[in-house]
């Protein structure tokens, strides 16, 4: 098993940046491709990004491409969601998941999740 806890979501204005956090305990946790998911109210869970066991290799969805960036420090079992340049439509419940499969877009193919944190980008 591995539980994952994520933080560091909030109240931001548009154009300004956020620093999500997920750590992981557990099983080891460098095993795992980790993944970034977000549900709006109302709308289905939607992929953001998602990073190899080894955090060489990352992809984004067109909708956050260049402007967020995934990255993953296995020595400390975290993961981070740095967002930048944040828009509106970027608001929702920001959810990190880790699976065996890289890259998955498909939430079903993630094996544990965290409880979300709730990120507001007002306008």
């Known amino acids: 098993q591995v539980q994952l806890v994520e933080s560091g979501g909030g109240l931001v204005q548009a154009g300004g940046s956020l620093r999500l956090s997920c750590a992981a305990s557990?099983?080891?946790?460098?095993?795992?491709?980790m993944g970034w998911f977000r549900q709006a109210p109302g709308k289905e869970r939607e992929f953001v990004t998602a990073?190899?066991?080894?955090?060489?290799?990352?992809y984004y969805a067109d909708s956050v491409k260049g402007r967020f960036t995934i990255s993953r420090d296995n020595a400390k079992k975290t993961g981070y969601l740095q967002m930048n340049s944040l828009k509106p439509e970027d608001t929702a419940v920001y959810y990190c998941a880790a699976g065996s499969i890289p890259f998955a877009r498909d939430p079903g193919e993630y094996d544990y999740w965290g409880q979300g944190t709730q990120v507001t980008v007002s306008s």
């Open positions: 557990g099983r080891v946790f460098s095993s795992y491709a």
């Open positions: 990073i190899t066991w080894s955090g060489g290799r990352t």
